[in-house]
């Protein structure tokens, strides 16, 4: 667990990064993603980011009150459905005609819903698509761009102090570590098999067994999955009154156990910046934390709200054995494949 008093202290820290970073927050215009924008562009240098999202009033109103806190940073709106893989493409071009390196990419973006299945015109279910496909599909546009920033990371790390990254190459997915169940593997994307809770299940597992995957093919970027605890944001926006109500109700007695939503920013922010979580190619592992293998400095982390270790052991050591972060990877890039045609990037 991260004391919150480690988590401020990283976090005020962060100017050591240098001038410059680029962030990228899929579901910046609300909720996690856009108290943890917020964190992180009060205590950067001139960052650049890039609030990806639908709603366009909200991101103007955060941009505003952003250029005060910050008048040197550059915040910019990217306008996307990000439950359409064809909008993330065009999501990523935006960004890519902008900058040649992301130093980091965070997703939120996602509902909560009793719908279901409830299909986009590229087939895929909404949920599903947010909380699994969509932000894989950023995170395979703009590996060239993590890459660049990553490999910038072992280059001044070997320069400067070591451990002492001043920049940073780090992919965050905020959904639910933890939470990773049995998989039905002959129907990933639940065409017959669909139900909220399997959606959930294979979204999560699919997930961490991805993360892990990837931090091999990528050894220069390193891979967080977060489960956030219980925070009031505006997940309920698209519920009906009635139900509104109920939650609300339910939230005044789970106060105790909620994290309240500023600190879930600063919290996510520590993930998303942390040395702790370094990526596999990183020589300094000695203060990194346990990987989701259980490997100190593995390069994908499974993480509870507090920063702890959190990954559902018994599951994931079951579908490694038949490597099915492999199977999972390869079904995605078919679906990717299946949607927007070939791509050059693996
Ligand atoms: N809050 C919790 O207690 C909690 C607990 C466990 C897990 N989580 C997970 O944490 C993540 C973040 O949740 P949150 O609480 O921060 O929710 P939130 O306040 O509702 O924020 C969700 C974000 O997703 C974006 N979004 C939704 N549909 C989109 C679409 N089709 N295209 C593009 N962007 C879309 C929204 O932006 P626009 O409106 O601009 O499109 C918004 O910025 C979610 O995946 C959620 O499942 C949250």
């Known amino acids: 667990m991260a004391s919150l008093e480690t988590v401020l202290k990283n976090n005020v820290n962060l100017a050591d990064y240098g001038p410059g970073l680029v962030a990228v927050f899929v579901g910046g215009t609300s909720g996690i993603g856009e108290v943890t924008a917020r964190a ?14 639908r709603n366009e009033k909200q991101a103007s109103k955060i941009i505003e009150e952003l250029r005060q806190v910050n008048p040197n940073g550059q915040i910019n709106f990217v306008h996307c459905d990000a439950a359409r893989l064809k909008s993330v493409d065009e999501a990523c071009k935006t960004i ?4 040649d390196k992301v130093n980091l990419l965070f997703m939120t973006a996602g509902i909560l819903t009793t719908k279901g299945p409830d299909e986009t015109d590229e087939g895929l279910d909404k949920k599903i698509s947010l909380h699994y496909y969509s932000r894989m599909r950023f995170l395979t546009n703009l590996v060239p761009q993590l890459t660049k920033a990553g490999l910038a990371t072992e280059a001044s790390s070997t320069a400067t102090q070591p451990g002492l990254y001043r920049n940073l190459s780090r992919v965050v997915s905020v959904l639910e570590a933890g939470g990773e169940a ?9 065409k017959k098999n ?7 299940k294979h979204a999560i597992t699919m997930t961490s067994l991805s993360m892990e995957h990837l931090s091999s093919m990528y050894p220069t970027t390193s891979f967080v999955h977060a489960y956030p605890g219980v925070v009031k944001t505006g997940l309920m926006r698209d519920f009906g009154a009635i139900t509104r109500t109920a939650m609300s109700a339910l939230f005044v007695l789970a106060r105790p156990w909620m994290v309240p939503l500023d600190e879930s920013g600063e919290r996510h922010l520590y993930a998303a910046t942390s040395p702790r979580f370094p990526p596999r190619a990183s020589k300094d592992v ?9 490997t100190k400095g593995s390069g994908a982390y499974l993480l509870h709200w507090d920063g702890s270790d959190n990954g559902n052991k018994k599951p994931l050591q079951e579908l490694r054995k038949n490597d099915t972060g492999k199977l999972v990877w390869e079904h995605t890039l078919g679906v990717f494949e299946s949607i927007c045609g070939k791509s050059t990037t693996p």
């Open 40 to 53: 992180l562009v009060r205590d950067t240098v001139s960052p650049r980011v890039y609030l990806v999202g």
């Open 96 to 99: 890519q005609d902008k900058e």
């Open 182 to 190: 049995p998989l039905i593997l002959d129907d990933l994307s639940l």
């Open 194 to 200: 669909y139900s909220l809770r399997n959606c959930a």
């Open 286 to 294: 000695e203060r990194a934390a346990p990987g989701s293998d259980g």
